[in-house]
């Protein structure tokens, strides 16, 4: 025992000195590799740090520095457990905060000689060898060549960048396909083999890519060379007429015919490129991505990479994965790339934080195999080529592991594949990733090139939190569980909408378990073994808190809002707010349906669900509003049950659910052709309400129920409306239109500080502590483009800019569900002795030679547009009186949304800016398969 006070002291000190020693390196791009690493003296590479890390990792906390600027890494950097920290002295690399760094998986093409080829085309030497799959200038992703040309107005499916097979052998690996040669190019391709074809499943459930064979003018055929591992399942390429596959060629040079597209000949190192309008390429930046993933944190369950950091950082320009090696995965309909902008195995305790991954050419992080404790925390991803975040466990760790390539592609019998099957519950091996999280992320135009993708994919995993997420404009899922291996996920308070925009069959929330248990999708006791559910789903799953939403008024809302599909069992669902859809369970066991509200003109499915499948649906809101997208009949009953045993009660707590159809407030049904009386008789719902549960304020989001509601004597209970989606920068509303004015109300991001402050523009630019400073709720009445960001009480900028636009219209339209219910009533067609009739034709109307159409009114026009559900829709030009219009540049099939800074909401709305600006020469905006163009016009 040490009785000198004073000595005591001493060694106290001595001692919180040791443990608090940290070291510091800086890196710059004005740095170099031979300084110190010292602030005043930085490295210049991420790659010499490193070096310097591996000297002091573990023995003491270390922070690299980086100061702003881009950095190029041109080869992975790949940390093994020599890097790792410890909980107390972890490693971190850090953007000074403030600071704009920027970690690009590219090089810089300089010193380019620039020549003349042929009418705006231009070419140059690269270096030799030099492979490449995009090209960047000053920062912007261009098109490499290809037909039909890209459509920036709308680079989607349902786009004119898409063209449809008529034909093809529509089973992978697909050998051809057959093309209408009065659509197709009518240049002569001298050598397709370079070729890429990106084509759509058939079934559309996802996209593949194949490289070019040949092309065969007489047959009208393409035929293929090597790919189409992209996805699962036997469907290819092909199909019929509406149902048949879409697809476009890319990297074909005699293709490159318009701006903004370049080709590469790799046998001549000669780049080809069609620069934009007013583009001077001796004064632009030339980059190319030659790396797929920038770091790697890879090490082994037995010596796991532990303890690092990454913050702050900007990560861009990596190279697509689509033709890499894919794997399938389970026997969910994936199939993957194991890589991703930060790929991490054999890890334990990493963070990454406050990243921004942006254009890069795959995944966006990539758990694989064994992970513990890992976090994604405060990242944007935007314009991913594939997922936002992944989790993937590895097949070893799975006791009887199969795929649907194994009986569609490789002809192995399923049930032989299971006789002497392991039935020992729970994971073979630890190689799985297991209290991960990914939380507080944007997550929104993703999967670039991949479609079968989502925001968060979790397959072969446990125990996975997705929590505080905002996820939105995809072309699959939002969240997707790709097997039942092995529960215990948590998923919570995520607000997701505008998903499912580019593929079919499939929810914003999807999930499958197709494990031991099951043998097929019937449900039946041949299909589906019920006591062996629990050998794979062994904790049970947890949806709650989320917000998933379709507002789109012209997509089909049959994609369900949670979407159980094949096998998945033992989900706790509850507190989750459906809107524009409602809830899926197909077969599976012991799915807990309680405390949640759904509104929208679809039925709930329940779908082959096994004899005593101990599923409960209770103290739920179900309203049902409106007609389906594309229908012209308003919904009249709540469930559609498919394949259910009518020997037994689908369920022994199917109770104390609250029912209100407004499109029949009186004579709605049950199920088709069932009334209340005779589901009662059944043994369902005895105790249930059929009334208006008085939601508080739909129109501003807000779904609880008013004191007065008659939900609450079923046992429902209110649960939060604004804990949904992100806790970074907010506003709220996010964005869209409003009639005279609306309120706006700013939120600073939770990672702040009590002292942190919001500042904004309403002209777009960049949120400066010199911008205006919120202080309190405030009202707009005019059309804006509101950026918001916060800033610490020190001035430091956190998190990332908010924007969103508000547009001022004369009447706000909405999709059926949501006008019938702040209606009280079904208005949207007149119904006569069960049939409808449309009330409403959409308004056409000749304004300056041009024969426009209010969009917002003809749901097939909002559909061939690219889903644009308001401005003027231009059907035709008359060549003599249109003049102003055909000067201009505009064409048939565009849509007026936008005159200077006015939005354009229908023809009256035109009409009244036109004669404002007489005489002037205005900026029209037009739109068209979601892509936008500005168009000069002048006035006579």
């Known amino acids: 025992m040490i009785k000198n006070k004073k000595l005591l002291t001493v060694l106290i000190a001595l001692l919180v000195i040791v443990n608090s020693f940290a070291k510091d390196i800086y890196v710059s791009p004005k740095g170099n590799d031979v300084n110190s690493g010292k602030k005043n003296s930085p490295f210049l590479s991420f790659k010499r740090a490193l070096q310097e890390v591996k000297k002091c990792a573990g023995k003491e906390a270390v922070t690299v520095w980086f100061f702003a600027g881009e950095y190029y890494i041109n080869e992975t950097l790949t940390l093994g457990n020599e890097y790792s920290g410890t909980t107390k002295k972890p490693v971190v690399f850090s953007a000074i905060p403030g600071e704009k760094v920027i970690i690009k998986g590219s090089r810089q093409l300089e010193s380019l000689k620039w020549k003349k080829h042929k009418g705006g085309i231009y070419k140059t030497q690269v270096p030799s060898g030099l492979s490449m799959d995009q090209l960047f200038v000053d920062d912007v992703r261009q098109v490499r060549a290809r037909f039909p040309n890209y459509d920036y107005e709308n680079p989607l499916r349902d786009g004119k960048g898409y063209l449809q097979v008529t034909g093809g052998t529509d089973k992978r690996y697909d050998k051809w396909f057959s093309f209408d040669p009065k659509t197709f190019s009518d240049k002569t391709w001298e050598h397709p083999e370079t070729g890429i074809v990106h084509g759509f499943q058939s079934h559309n459930w996802g996209n593949m890519q194949y490289r ?122 994936w199939a993957i790339h194991r890589g991703g902008t930060i790929f991490m195995e054999g890890t334990e305790n990493l963070l990454i934080e406050d990243c921004n991954f942006e254009y890069v050419g795959g995944n966006g992080v990539f758990m694989s195999a064994y992970n513990r404790k890992n976090k994604v925390s405060g990242c944007r991803f935007v314009h991913t080529g594939e997922s936002a975040v992944c989790f993937v466990g590895s097949p070893k760790a799975v006791r009887f592991y199969q795929t649907w390539d194994d009986r569609l592609l490789l002809g192995k019998n399923w049930n032989h594949m299971r006789e002497n099957m392991d039935l020992e519950p729970g994971p073979k091996t630890p190689d799985y990733p297991k209290e991960c999280t990914v939380e507080n992320s944007i997550m929104h135009d993703f999967g670039d090139v991949g479609k079968q993708v989502a925001g968060v994919y979790i397959s072969m995993s446990h125990k996975i939190t997705a929590s505080h997420n905002t996820i939105y404009n995809c072309p699959r899922a939002g969240i997707c569980i790709n097997d039942g291996t092995w529960g215990g996920h948590l998923i919570e308070f995520n607000d997701i909408w505008e998903t499912v925009r580019e593929t079919g069959e499939h929810g914003p929330f999807n999930s499958w378990g197709r494990e031991r248990q099951w043998k097929g999708g019937r449900g039946t006791n041949e299909h589906f073994i019920k006591e062996l559910t629990r050998l794979d789903a062994i904790d049970n ?24 599909d094949d096998g998945s069992s033992y989900y706790e669902i509850y507190n989750n707010l459906n809107l524009g859809s409602t809830i899926k369970l197909r077969d599976g066991m012991g799915r807990k349906v309680y405390n949640n509200i759904t509104v929208s003109a679809v039925p709930s499915g329940w ?34 049950g498919v394949g259910l045993s009518k020997k037994v009660k689908w369920s022994e707590n199917y109770d104390n659910n609250t029912y209100w159809n407004v499109n029949f407030p009186d004579n709605f049904e049950m199920s088709p052709n069932q009334k209340i009386e005779a589901w009662n008789k059944e043994g369902y719902d005895l105790n249930a309400v059929s009334a208006n549960p008085n939601f508080v304020d739909p129109i501003n989001g807000n779904y609880q129920i008013k004191e007065n509601s008659p939900a609450l004597k079923t046992g429902f209970k209110n649960f939060p409306m604004d804990e949904f989606g992100h806790k970074m920068t907010r506003i709220l509303p996010f964005g869209g239109d409003f009639e005279n004015e609306t309120t706006v109300c700013l939120k600073a991001d939770d990672n702040a500080g009590k002292k942190a402050k919001v500042y904004y523009t309403i002209d777009g630019s960049e949120p400066t502590m010199s911008s205006l400073k919120y202080s309190e709720p405030f009202t707009i009445n005019e059309s804006i483009l509101l950026r918001a960001r916060t800033f610490t009480s020190k001035g430091v900028p956190v998190g990332f800019t908010n924007e969103v636009e508000f547009t001022k219209v004369k009447k706000v ?128």
């Not at 060629?249 to 080709?263: A, R």
């Not at 799953?541 to 159980?564: C, E, H, P």
């Not at 249109?882 to 201009?888: P, S």
């Open 212 to 333: 070019l064979k040949s092309i065969n003018r007489e047959q009208n055929k393409i035929f293929l060379n090597e790919g189409g591992w992209q996805l699962q399942r036997t469907h290819g390429i092909g199909g019929k007429k509406s149902h048949a596959s879409y697809y476009f060629v890319e990297n074909i040079f005699e293709e490159l015919d318009v701006p903004g597209e370049w080709f590469l000949d790799t046998k001549t190192s000669t780049l080809y490129y069609y620069p934009m309008q007013n583009v001077k390429l001796s004064d632009v930046k030339i980059e190319v991505p030659v790396i797929a993933d920038i770091i790697q944190l890879k090490g082994t369950k037995e010596s796991p990479v532990k303890n690092i950091q990454f913050k702050g950082f900007n990560f861009t320009q990596t190279n697509y994965t689509f033709m890499d090696s894919y794997e399938p995965v389970a026997r969910g309909d």
């Open 541 to 564: 799953t947890v949806l709650r808190n989320n917000k998933i939403a379709n507002y789109r008024k012209s997509i089909s809302a049959g994609n369900w809002t949670i979407d159980l």
């Open 607 to 640: 779908h082959v669900w096994p004899e005593n499948s101990e599923d409960e649906i209770y103290k739920n809101i179900f309203v049902i509003a409106g007609t389906l997208p594309g229908k012209n009949v308003s919904t009249k009953n709540f469930i559609r």
């Open 813 to 940: 339209t909405y999709p059926s569900w949501l006008a019938t219910l702040l209606a009280g009533k079904y208005n949207g067609e007149t119904v006569v002795e069960g049939k409808t009739a449309k009330t409403k034709k959409a308004l056409q109307k000749e304004v300056k030679g041009a024969l426009l159409i209010n969009i917002a009114d003809d749901p097939d026009l909002i559909d061939a547009t690219g889903g644009y559900n308001f401005g003027c829709y231009i059907e035709s030009l008359n060549p003599k009186k249109g003049q102003m219009w055909l000067d201009a540049g505009l064409k048939k099939d565009w849509v007026i949304q936008k005159l200077n800074k006015h939005k354009i909401s229908n023809i009256a709305h035109l009409q009244k800016f036109l004669k404002k600006y007489s005489g002037q020469t205005v900026k029209i905006t037009a739109v068209r398969d979601y892509g936008s163009k500005v168009f000069e016009v002048t006035i006579p």
